[in-house]
């Protein structure tokens, strides 16, 4: 199998299909030779790690924040109170946490950040004198300490999590409706429909379209498509591309009459691990 790494030409997501006027930021021309610390990754977790964690009303940012509650409903008796027993078990043992959500202020960058997208790196590794070594297509640099925030791509460059953090393709879609629906949904759902079939995601957009991923049961069958896959330059084959289809129709009342038709379908990657939980800390086995 080739090495982890995104492809370079994954499917067109909603998410993208507006790039950023920083998308292709370079701080500098060239890497920097070496640094302090280096972060792998521009995701949630990569700029939390940068240290650029602003407010969203003090720097009146541009970025269609909506704070939300988040439900899940269980349409399967069993599972639900399976759920509702494992709630009141951590409640009581003061287990209940909260998440904090992560904005970037690109137009507010520190001068000491220098960001170098579409920089991928290939390898790490150990100089004699103890620092990493970060190879990409465009020369070397080194760095003191390195944080890897590569999520499904992490075995690409570290081994040793090639069965500890797992590639997984997926899919979702953007839906429209011709006029927008009434009441406008304001909170992220999950859909459990039953455990033999799944969790949908929904994620509502300001301006009443609508963001749903999941369908797994569709190709849960056909493994090799999904599981430790992290080629998302293609579609899912067979019906998973009609499931979209009057989606809203069938699971949220007052979307009947909404004439919504599906705006685009995507694949993408996301990182599991075997007992579901996130790995956080050192590597094992390296210092920095």
């Known amino acids: 199998m080739s090495q982890i790494m995104p492809v370079p030409n994954p499917t067109k997501s909603y998410w993208l299909s507006e790039p950023h006027e920083h998308s292709n ?91 170098q997208t579409t920089t991928p790196v290939t390898s790490v590794s150990i100089s004699p004198d103890g620092q990493n070594v970060l190879t990409t297509p465009r020369g070397v640099t080194r760095a003191k300490k390195v944080v890897f925030a590569t999520n499904a791509y992490t075995a690409g460059l570290l081994p040793q999590f090639k069965d500890t953090i797992i590639s997984v393709r997926g899919t979702a879609s953007h839906i429209t409706p011709s006029t927008p629906v009434h009441p406008h949904l304001s909170h992220t759902y999950n859909l459990n429909f039953s455990p033999a079939t799944g969790i949908d995601y929904l994620n509502p957009r300001p301006d009443s379209t609508i963001v749903v991923g999941g369908g797994g049961w569709l190709f849960k069958s056909d493994r090799a498509s999904w599981y430790n896959n992290f080629d998302d330059s293609t579609q899912f084959a067979g019906a998973i591309e009609t499931y979209w289809v009057d989606y809203m129709q069938l699971n949220f009342c007052g979307w009947e009459d909404s004439g919504t038709e599906v705006e685009k379908v995507w694949t993408g990657i996301m990182g599991f691990t075997p007992d579901g939980w996130a790995h956080v800390g050192r590597v094992p086995g390296r210092e920095g």
């Open 25 to 115: 930021l370079r701080s500098t021309p060239e890497l920097p030779s070496e640094c302090d610390i280096t972060v792998i990754g521009s995701g949630m977790a990569g700029i939390a790690t940068a240290g650029l964690e602003q407010i969203v009303k003090e720097e009146d940012l541009d970025c269609e924040f909506e704070l939300r509650r988040s439900f899940d409903v269980f349409l399967d008796a069993h599972e639900a109170k399976a759920l509702r027993d494992n709630y009141e078990k951590s409640k009581e043992a003061g287990e209940i946490w909260t998440k904090d959500f992560s904005w970037v202020p690109a137009q507010h960058v520190d001068s000491q950040l220098n960001v």
